[in-house]
């Protein structure tokens, strides 16, 4: 399932904007399987292993997939934070880009939860779109930090967050540690993330850490460390979107091609 599957929209993807990303998908399915070339297994690949004519890939039904060259693209897994209304509100009120769920929430009440470092950053750019409080969930900002927010207006709230409020998956206020309640409508979060999978650990393609999480290493054609073996979407990104992970797979798809031609 794709990362996004809590969205009842997909933005920032142009000419499908406003669409379900479900619906994106099952589109793109049906337009790829009119190829004569393309076939699609609906089977989970369970591990990976490096052979003499390339990749051998071992399903769930124990079936075994070689081929010359691959492709990773089996997405992120996101962690999201153990505050209550978190995860219920995900996708659709508490929200991770502020360029794919932004303008959706102009002018209203924002809010934006302090993870990491990146937090501060992400607060800088959400205050573009309406007044914005960072709470800071109990984490230490540093002095540089809090001047820029300052300069931008952002509100800096200290005090714990015990939960969110609002019904029917809506957002209407943070919950403080001392009962104290933030009237809000939308909350951005940078949680961290994870692969989805282990293939790319089990095939020994380098991994790297970055700022939310880890990032398969890939050159500018999208290869990883081993020769034949390409990544493309946020599993080899940051940051995140649709667009991009878009983008990245025809990076992959024909740079594969043209390996497979030329050598």
């Known amino acids: 399932m794709p990362r996004n599957r809590y969205a009842a929209a997909s933005h920032g993807f142009l000419g499908q904007d406003g669409r379900n990303p479900l619906v994106i998908l099952d589109t793109a399915r049906t337009q790829v399987l009119a190829y004569p070339t393309v076939t699609l297994i609906e089977q989970k690949a369970v591990s990976a292993t490096t052979v003499d004519t390339g990749i051998a890939i071992n399903l769930a039904d124990d079936t075994v997939i070689e081929a010359a060259k691959l492709i990773l693209a089996f997405g992120l897994h996101d962690i999201l934070p153990s505050i209550p209304g978190i995860e219920e509100r995900w996708g659709r009120t508490v929200l991770h880009c502020p360029y794919c769920h932004g303008i959706e929430f ?83 979060i940078s949680p961290r993330s994870i692969l989805a999978s282990s293939l790319a650990e089990q095939l020994g393609v380098a991994i790297d850490e970055g700022p939310i999480g880890p990032i398969i290493r890939t050159d500018a ?18 940051p995140h979107s649709v667009s991009w992970a878009v983008a990245d797979g025809v990076t992959a798809g024909t740079a594969a091609h043209r390996a497979l031609v030329f050598g």
């Open 106 to 188: 102009a002018d209203r009440q924002l809010g934006v939860l302090y993870g990491s470092p990146l937090s501060a950053h992400q607060a800088l750019l959400v205050a573009e779109w309406g007044p914005t409080t960072l709470f800071m969930n109990g984490a230490y900002l540093d002095t540089a930090s809090r001047t820029k927010l300052d300069e931008r207006g952002v509100t800096i709230e200290a005090t714990p967050v015990r939960a969110l409020a609002g019904a029917d998956g809506g957002l209407s206020a943070v919950i403080l540690g001392d009962d104290r309640e933030i009237l809000i409508d939308a909350l951005y």
């Open 221 to 238: 054609d999208r290869m990883t460390t081993y020769p034949g073996i390409y990544a493309a979407g946020d599993i080899a990104r940051v």
